[in-house]
């Protein structure tokens, strides 16, 4: 078994690390603190080849594997979380569905748009009374006259409606079979009479990141905007949710890494009774423990990555890792401002914004009480 990294991998990792480094951790804070949304980065990051990275070049990716994008993923959120979800919410839950159920027409007329950076799509399933039950949605979809009429809602959805972000797939009941809603999923354009989004305000968490709810009055669309068949809903959505674990849990991965690294050099730095508080015990275990998570974490999300670029079977790996990433982001992170003290509980200190940033990663793209219950059905619970 070879646990080492392609040279295309780490040079990835390398490429990722370093724009990071420099185009977006000297503005990560004031960026938290607005409250802003970048289109620039944005740009920037397209610009770097990241959007659509695992996509083919004959719609404007950079025929890459699933690890590649994962590596990136992690190496944003090792600097700024806000980043990385732009990054993460467009390519798995934005570009794949309409990459692996689109039809040939539909993936040429917006997939290279969507590799560039210069626009975003989003993805539409979470309703306010329809979360973990993804089944409890409202939100309703009928033909009439060629045309998708589409009522109802959806709310916490990333790059939903900043200027850039050209339009949404989203998931309505359909129908009724044998006494179960069916579901389909269906590509709404952002200027489609009928639909509105209105961004989300007030977050703790990702607060540079764009979240929107999103509004459908008599929205029409036409009929072949369906994405895959009628009914295929719930299949288009368990899928790409078993993909986008993974990105959340890259998130995960670099949050930890990222913090522990602050912790680290702070420790290094900090001097109390004579000596870098490094020296002491109690603090030399508790990085020791967060250097030992963090390098599970990335075996167990990267064994999920090598699963699904070999197109074996990943989706209980991918549950495991989304958990197990995402608890070792919030133990991390809690670490880091222990160690920090009480400048970690301080704005002028990252620690403080990584520790706000991990909370979410238990609750996307499934909670962990969710990931848990996909694992005991995998293990025959």
């Keep these: 078994m070879d646990y080492n990294l392609s040279e295309e991998h780490r040079m990835i990792r390398e490429t990722v690390r370093s724009f990071a480094e420099r185009e977006i951790k000297p503005i990560a804070q004031e960026l938290d603190e607005k409250a802003e949304f970048s289109t620039d980065l944005t740009r920037k990051m397209g610009e770097l080849g990241l959007f659509g990275i695992y996509l083919p070049s004959k719609y404007g990716g950079h025929d890459l594997d699933y690890l590649a ?95 850039i972000s050209i339009g949404a797939t989203v998931q309505a009941v359909t129908g009724d079979k044998h006494g179960k809603k069916e579901f389909t999923t269906i590509l709404v354009d952002k200027d489609t009479p009928g639909f509105t989004r209105r961004a989300m305000h007030g977050k703790m968490m990702w607060r540079a990141s764009d979240t929107a709810q999103l509004f459908f009055d008599d929205c029409r669309v036409p009929e072949e905007n369906v994405l895959g068949k009628i009914g295929d809903g719930s299949k288009i959505m368990l899928s790409t949710l078993d993909s986008g674990r993974l990105s959340i849990a890259a998130m995960g991965l670099g949050c930890a890494q990222g913090a522990y690294e602050l912790a680290l050099a702070y420790a290094q730095e900090r001097k109390q009774f004579g000596q870098a508080i490094s020296k002491f015990q109690a603090i030399a275990f508790k990085l020791a423990d967060m250097a030992t998570k963090i390098e599970l974490a990335r075996n167990l999300l990267y064994k999920a990555c090598w699963l699904k670029d070999t197109h074996q079977p990943f989706a209980k790996e991918a549950a495991m890792s989304k958990l197990y990433c995402s608890e070792i982001a919030r133990e991390v992170a809690d670490e880091a401002v222990q160690i920090h003290g009480g400048y970690g509980l301080m704005k002028d200190y990252a620690v403080e914004r990584f520790y706000r940033d991990q909370r979410l990663l238990q609750i996307g793209e499934g909670t962990s009480e969710i990931q848990r219950m996909v694992i005991s059905r995998y293990i025959g619970c």
């Design 69 to 163: 994008y994962i590596i990136a993923v992690e190496e944003l959120a090792r600097i700024d979380g806000s980043q990385a979800a732009t990054l993460a919410a467009h390519n798995s839950l934005g570009v794949g569905p309409l990459y692996y159920y689109g039809t040939e027409e539909q993936k040429m007329k917006y997939l290279p748009g969507l590799c560039t950076g210069e626009s975003l799509w989003a993805f539409g399933l979470t309703e306010p009374d329809a979360g973990s039950d993804s089944r409890g949605s409202k939100t309703k979809a009928y033909i009439e006259n060629g045309e998708w009429v589409i009522n109802g809602s959806k709310i916490f959805i990333t790059n939903g409606s900043t200027d």
